[in-house]
Nanobody
Framework: QLQLVESGGGLVQPGGSLRLSCGAS????????IGWFRQAPGKEREGVSAISASGGSTNYADSVKDRFALTRDNAKNTVYLQMNSLEPEDTAVYYC??????????????????????WGQGTQVTVSS
């Protein structure tokens, strides 16, 4: 059973940056596409970004495009979500998720929670002055 663990959340001022990490122990992530989602209080979970198993393709929600960057280091078994120019509206619990066997992402794939099977427990990101 794949178990994902997120880290890197915290409190940051508007305009600041954070880097979230998604890792797994005991199982290699290199054959899994990874997605990041977020859920703010009282709101539905929304897709933020996804990366293919190879790392060769990524998709982003319009709300984070040009501010967030998703990369992966398969040697470290870790996927990174670099978040820049953070806004109060980015405040949420961020979750990573995995889906096996997605070598390259079709356009728009990976922003629906129904495309993923395995989920982490989440990490809180708060953007506030």
């Amino acid at each position: 059973q794949l178990q994902l663990v997120e880290s890197g959340g915290g409190l940051v001022q508007p305009g600041g940056s954070l880097r979230l990490s998604c890792g797994a122990s005991g199982i290699s992530l290199e054959t899994y596409a990874i997605g990041w989602f977020r859920q703010a209080p009282g709101k539905e979970r929304e897709g933020v970004s996804a990366i293919s198993a190879s790392g060769g393709s990524t998709n982003y929600a319009d709300s984070v495009k040009d501010r967030f960057a998703l990369t992966r280091d398969n040697a470290k078994n870790t996927v990174y979500l670099q978040m820049n120019s953070l806004e109060p509206e980015d405040t949420a619990v961020y979750y990573c998720a995995a889906s096996k066997g997605i070598a390259e992402l079709p356009a728009g794939w990976g922003l629906s929670q129904y495309e993923f099977i395995y989920w982490g427990q989440g990490t809180q990101v708060t953007v506030s002055s």
